[in-house]
């Protein structure tokens, strides 16, 4: 029998249904997309422009999709490179590296009209911002998210192992930090 | 007087999914992500991206034939361009098979100078250009030789 996902598939790779599915695509997986993309980049109008050419990317690559792995990790992992990429022109236009670029994102969190946490979050946020890139990204979907290893193993191309070890560390080095603060 | 059948007890927000996350050690409930969005935002973010990846589809269909057509023309003078290269080469090939291989100095010079119905083909698209320019060459190695 024809699983759900490969029949979505098929019809995004059928010209006559291609519209209408790539329309439930987008009401499907908007949001977790958006939060996943604005994790990584921090403020609201950079998550936006992100997820625009995420999804126009999915739509022009549908057809390249052989279907081996879940749908929604491979459009997690063209989220992902799109997030690394937009962070990478950004930083590189200012002549920073994309870790001081992410850090002083996370400073400016503060005067964001659409961030309201409260000085732990921010904290927390600081923190995660201190982390190099791949730590980053493993701990906002494995804290955040709540992906499991093996989703997060296929969308980032790395062994369950070096997750489990890279999330470890992750978790240390904030903690950490956030123990220095308070002191 | 009736019984009021609603809950008057009441709990701190967000009471339910901190009480899951504490009994089942889940990480922090999306809700309670620091992060906003603007008003309405996912509500109209369908429709921005689809309208989005049309723009870029159309766009992409445009390029794709000015790309065709680039192509087209490319290849169309390419086509041209080889054909006048091949008749000059032709006319060059042969005024230097006859010049250089066939005649004497002498023959050479009387091509050149004075009579040239002296070979009979016709001089029409002869490159006189390069007959000189042999001359000159052939010249030069012969007085680079005889100084040897």
Do not use: C
């Not at chain 1, 999709?65 to 799109?82: D, H």
């Not at chain 1, 001081?100 to 921010?122: H, M, P, Q």
């Not at chain 2, 034939?65 to 290269?85: E, N």
């Amino acid at each position: 029998m024809e699983t759900e996902q490969s029949q979505l598939i098929r019809s995004l790779q059928d010209p006559e249904t291609q519209e209408l599915a790539f329309q439930r695509l987008v009401a499907t997986y908007k949001e977790r997309l958006y939060w996943h993309i604005r994790k990584i980049v921090l403020d609201h109008d950079d998550a936006n422009d992100v997820i625009q050419n995420t999804f126009i990317k999915i739509y022009m690559n549908i057809n390249s999709f052989q279907g081996q792995s879940k749908i929604y990790t491979w459009m997690y992992r063209i989220a992902t490179n799109e997030s690394l990429n937009f962070i990478q022109k950004k930083a590189s236009k200012l002549g920073l590296s994309n870790s001081s670029w992410i850090e002083a994102k996370a400073a400016g969190l503060v005067a964001d009209t659409y961030f309201d946490g409260d000085r732990a979050s921010l904290k927390l946020q600081k923190a995660i911002a201190s982390l190099p890139e791949k730590q980053r990204l493993i701990f906002n979907m494995k804290y955040f998210d709540d992906l499991k290893y093996e989703a997060i193993s296929e969308i980032l191309d790395t062994s369950v192992g070096a997750l489990k070890a890279s999330y470890h560390h992750a978790t240390q080095k904030i903690k950490k930090q956030l123990s220095d603060e308070t002191e | 007087m009736k019984p009021n059948k609603s809950n008057p007890f009441k709990v701190p927000s967000n009471y339910f999914e901190e009480l899951e996350a504490s009994l089942l050690k889940k990480p922090i409930a999306k809700s309670q992500s620091p992060f906003r969005v603007p008003p309405l935002y996912f509500e109209t973010l369908e429709e921005k991206i689809t309208q989005n990846v049309n723009k870029r589809t159309v766009k992409e269909e445009y390029a794709s034939l000015y790309t065709m057509a680039a192509i087209f023309l490319v290849l169309v003078m390419g086509f041209f361009w080889t054909q006048t290269d091949s008749e000059e080469a032709i006319a060059n090939d042969a005024i230097e098979w006859v010049v250089l291989e066939e005649m004497n100095t002498y023959e050479m010079a009387t091509f050149i100078e004075t009579d040239l119905s002296y070979v009979n083909f016709s001089t029409e698209g002869v490159n006189f250009d390069f007959i000189d320019y042999a001359l000159d060459l052939n010249e030069t190695n012969t007085y680079e030789n005889s100084s040897n």
